[in-house]
């Protein structure tokens, strides 16, 4: 599953080149699968990442009791995309437009951790 999580990554940026690149991270800020077109430091970007989620969730927790969705940071050269695919794991993606976001399989991307559950799960992230 893993091998085919990281194809359809780098399909996908290859094929929409607007994508600069999509990670997939667990709860505990480490890469799940990858796909970056330029040299990226992943593991920075995945922990800022898990921390921004954490942010995310206790603001709207405490703001408006719901669950968090999505964080959309929009850019004028633009759009980061961090949405929680489970609860075990995030998605990060960077397109040069907002709309390109439409061409991600949040489904597909959702369904590794339907047959791939983390050991463990940071506690705060429960």
């Not at 709860?27 to 990858?34: C, F, R, T, Y």
């Not at 921004?52 to 964080?71: C, N, P, Y």
Request: charged share 15%; net charge negative.
């Amino acid at each position: 599953m893993m091998s085919n999580l990281e194809e359809y990554l780098e399909n996908l940026c290859k094929k929409h080149l607007g994508i600069s690149a999509i990670i997939v991270v667990g709860n505990e800020g480490l890469p799940i699968a990858s796909f970056i077109h330029e040299t990226t430091d992943r593991t920075l970007i995945a922990a800022i990442c898990a921390a921004l989620r954490w942010i995310g969730k206790q603001f709207v927790g405490e703001i408006v009791a719901g669950k968090l969705k999505r964080i959309l940071i929009d850019c004028s050269n633009g759009a980061i995309l961090i949405q929680p695919l489970s609860p075990y794991g995030i998605l990060i993606a960077s397109c040069k437009s907002a709309t390109l976001l439409n061409e991600l399989d949040i489904e597909f991307i959702q369904s590794y951790f339907s047959s791939n559950p983390p050991d463990s799960v940071n506690s705060i992230m429960m």
